[in-house]
């Protein structure tokens, strides 16, 4: 269930939006422009935090030939939860992902990404994805 979001929250969500947008552009400018210096990332697919500016460059390098080699990226992200304290935003999200042929691959997401507001617009500061689990039950 997502919630309803006031204006400043849904303009944190929305810089969520974007950089996927740009992902499915292939325009990793897009998504450099509203990262922070001190940006890190966990990847959906990868083990590895990258957590400096050269470590993200080269990540959304390869990243980008990855998603071409793959193939068409369809998304549909939905806000969860946006928590807004002062400057800072954790914004929890939830993406149904899916690349066509010719690597075909579908996946139910969970995106959690911090953020902080500089000069009146929200930046990231950390993005973290994971892959759902798929019929796990504890016992």
């Known amino acids: 269930m997502t919630q309803k979001l ?7 969500f929305r810089i969520i939006e974007g950089v996927y ?4 552009g292939f325009d990793p400018q897009g998504i450099e422009k509203v990262q922070l210096e ?14 400096s500016r050269s470590e993200v460059k080269d990540f959304h390098k ?16 939905k806000p969860l939860k946006v928590e807004i304290k002062g400057d800072i935003a954790i914004v929890l999200s939830s993406m149904e992902a899916e690349w066509k042929e010719p ?8 995106i959690t990404d911090v953020m902080k507001k500089v000069n009146g617009k929200w930046m990231m500061w950390h993005h973290h994805e994971s ?3 798929d019929g796990y039950n504890h016992i």
């Open 6 to 12: 006031t204006e400043d929250e849904d303009s944190a």
């Open 21 to 24: 947008k740009s992902y499915q």
């Open 38 to 51: 001190e940006y890190t990332v966990w990847d959906g697919t990868l083990p590895q935090l990258f957590k």
């Open 62 to 77: 390869k990243d980008q030939e990855n998603t071409k080699a793959r193939g068409e990226f369809i998304f549909e992200i």
């Open 103 to 110: 690597n075909a691959w579908k996946a139910k997401m969970r």
């Open 131 to 133: 892959v759902e689990p």
